[in-house]
Nanobody, 127 residues
Framework: QVQLVESGGGVVQAGDSLRLSCVVS??????????MGWFRQAPGKEREFVAA????????YYGDSVRGRFTIFRDNAKNTEYLQMNSLKPEDTAVYFC??????????????????WGRGTQVTVSS
């Protein structure tokens, strides 16, 4: 059983920055083999792809609404991925979910591709 636990959410003002973390733990897994990512869901909206990163950190992919403002990265020695969010906007307000998969290295924007999900952390951006 593998667990994904997010942290770092909070309430900030528009233009501020925030960094989310996701620690992955479990009995038998190799974090560096996992493709990781982030999704988010705002009230009344569908879950939206934010970003993904390959196991070795060599490839990343971003959703259109965050490209250029958010950066995904990881520390395989710490079994942790991060999402650095800059120039936050009120429309970034959402619950942010950490996701992971080990079946392939495709940087997919599709929810169904990721078999492991965290419980989410709330990010609120006030105007």
């Amino acid at each position: 059983q593998v667990q994904l636990v997010e942290s770092g959410g909070g309430v900030v003002q528009a233009g501020d920055s925030l960094r989310l973390s996701c620690v992955v733990s479990g009995r038998t897994f190799t974090f560096s083999s996992w493709t990781m990512g982030w999704f988010r869901q705002a009230p009344g909206k569908e879950r939206e792809f934010v970003a993904a990163i390959r196991g070795n950190g060599g490839g990343t992919y971003y959703g259109d609404s965050v490209r250029g403002r958010f950066t995904i990265f990881r520390d395989n020695a710490k079994n942790t991925e991060y999402l650095q969010m800059n120039s936050l906007k009120p429309e970034d307000t959402a619950v942010y979910f950490c996701v992971g998969k080990m079946r392939n290295a495709w940087l997919s924007p599709e929810r169904a591709e990721y078999e492991n999900w965290g419980r989410g952390t709330q990010v609120t951006v006030s105007s």
